[in-house]
């Protein structure tokens, strides 16, 4: 069965620090994956996504990610965090039809210390 | 970017009362949306697609006569939870994609918190 695992429920690095988030996941095919941050009140803004080429993706306010199929992995890292990325971060696979539904791993809090 | 509102963001109703929500494309056309529901701390968990002009599809284990859809026309779609019950309390999110695109690009609502007394 499809899933996403995000293993840190919770964050915190100091603004300026080096930031990454796990992500792994499980797929029978080659998987579409996001990453997609949450803040309150407003709605899921993506931030990256990868379908194939260049396992490296540069996607919006600094982001990037890397794909490693060995490790079924797709972490999120920021070179230099910023207070304002302070967020609920998520990561979700497609299916490889992109039919646009979404499977969600359980969602990364981050919290950035001034 | 395009934009996604629901209506209400945040709602309370008693025990046995139905509670709709709304889900506006506000700047283009939404063929697609989808339902999710999300538990704090929680995943988002899909709830149903909905097509413009046809039935929805609900995932395994949602009760489609429970969670009524309803997408009428290409920018509003809304979700009735029909005799809501405590355990119904959640954070409903929307989300809608133009013409056939996936999900880059889906676009989501800022979400309507529920809460069943």
């Known amino acids: 069965a499809q899933s996403v695992t995000q293993p840190d429920i919770h964050i915190t690095v100091s603004e300026g620090a080096s930031l990454e988030l796990r992500c792994n996941y499980s797929y029978g095919a080659t998987p579409y994956l996001f990453w997609y941050v949450q803040s309150p009140g407003q709605g899921l803004q993506l931030l990256l996504k990868?379908?194939?080429?260049?396992?490296l993706v540069q996607g919006i306010k600094g982001f990037e990610a890397e794909f490693k199929r060995s490790q079924s992995s797709f972490n999120l890292r920021k070179p230099s965090v910023h207070w304002s990325d302070a967020a609920e971060y998520f990561c979700?696979?497609?299916?490889?039809?992109?039919?646009?539904?979404?499977?969600f791993g359980q969602g990364t809090t981050l919290q950035v210390k001034p | 970017g395009a934009v996604v509102s629901q209506h209400p963001s945040r709602v309370i109703c008693k025990s046995g009362t139905s509670v709709k929500i709304e889900c506006r494309s506000l700047d283009f056309q939404a063929t697609t949306m989808f339902w999710y529901r999300q538990f704090p701390k929680q995943s988002l968990m899909l709830m149903a697609t909905s097509n413009e002009g046809s039935k929805a599809t609900y995932e395994q284990g949602v009760e489609k006569d429970k969670f009524l859809i309803n997408h009428a026309s290409l920018t509003l779609s809304t979700l009735t939870v029909t005799s809501a019950h405590p355990e119904d309390s959640s954070f409903y999110i929307c989300?809608?994609?133009?013409?056939?695109?996936?999900?880059?690009?889906?676009?989501f609502g800022p979400g309507t918190r529920l809460l069943v007394l």
């Open positions: 990868y379908f194939s080429g260049d396992t």
């Open positions: 989300s809608a994609t133009p013409g056939t695109g996936g999900a880059e690009t889906q676009y």
């Open positions: 979700a696979v497609g299916g490889s039809s992109n039919t646009g539904k979404l499977i």
